[in-house]
């Protein structure tokens, strides 16, 4: 029995578009906005899977059940530890008539990068670092449509940590209290974010946010987001104040453990703004280099200003990212203080991480 089918391109084959979109961030559900216009436009049948790295068996074994449909992925990347789980979902979804669009800007390894190019029915795959996904999605799909330009700034405005338009904070905020609302209820993450999903695909930023009054349209929602921020803001300043500091190479390094329901970009923000630390204590002035450190062991990595190389820095705890912003791997730990100790006694035997700019 023939497995594969010529691969000729089945576009007029092709009836629907199903989306692949990170879940975790703007930057993927504006992709995922994005990539529904593009069906609208195309008259095709939409649907979207938002998810994280944890459920790719999940969803590829889905794909492989998909016909004649096009496959968009976005704000997702592949490393060699999933190549098998994509490959094996992939072509069975393209030897059923179905083609594969992947825009990312994570780290790809050359071996998934190959893979994927050397899919059937004439793949497509563009990965850039220094764009957010949904700007890269915005310029393959849709570069003319002034909605698709919003998305795709608002994104950047997060994705980039700029913090410049307060819509896209905003909803940095929404998307992680509808997530963490998911993962507490035990209610499918993509069902919660569809109603947010479904307005900016329709109308961009104002189908959810009301510009003048600085609102969440939803008043339900806009409520939710204030509450998260009250107790997020108690919880950090919590964080900060137990923070552990080391003046290497002329940097002030800065290591806090971060609390559940917190992440490294939640901390970064807060931690680079020096009157949020003046009310913590009014000696304490904005890191060079700042680490959190997860419960689970993982490290974030940001900058209070230029001089630092985070990507650098994370090399040495085995990650990687910008120099702006990065993440690593610490470990299991027990002891938060012995863990600073360590983590400075690292950055302090290179100094690859400090720059001259
Ligand atoms: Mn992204």
Partial sequence: MPEERKSEPNAKKITSLLSISHDKDVDGLASAAIVWRYAKTKNLDFKAILTDYGSFEQVFSAIAKKRDTLIIITDLGMDDTIIDIVQKGLTKAISQGCRIVWLDHHQWSDNAIKMILSLGNKPVLKVNHEFCAAEITHKVLLPRDDISTELAKIAHDT??????????????????????GAIDKKVDVTDSLHPVL????????????????????????????????????????????????????????????????????????????????????????????????????????????????????????????????AGGEYGLYEDFQAVCDDIFLTLSKSKAWVSES
């Fill in 159 to 180: 994705d980039f940590n700029l913090r410049e338009i307060e819509a896209a904070t905003a909803l940095t905020d929404a998307v992680s209290v509808i997530r963490f």
């Fill in 198 to 325: 479904t307005k900016l695909a329709e109308s961009g930023m104002s189908g959810v946010w009301d510009n003048d009054a600085h609102r969440f349209k939803d008043s339900l929602l806009n409520k939710r987001v204030e509450h998260y921020r009250k107790e997020k803001t108690k919880k950090m300043r919590k964080a900060l104040a137990g923070h552990s500091d080391q003046v290497i190479h002329g940097k002030l390094v800065r290591v806090v453990e971060i609390p559940s329901g917190l992440t490294s970009t939640d901390i970064g923000t807060f931690a680079s703004n020096q009157e949020n630390l003046n009310s913590i204590d009014p000696e304490l002035k904005v890191a060079d280099l700042l680490l959190s450190l997860s419960q689970g062991g993982m490290l974030g990595f940001r900058r209070g200003r230029d001089g630092v190389l985070c990507n650098a820095a994370a090399k040495m705890f085995n990650g990687g990212g910008h120099p702006y912003a």
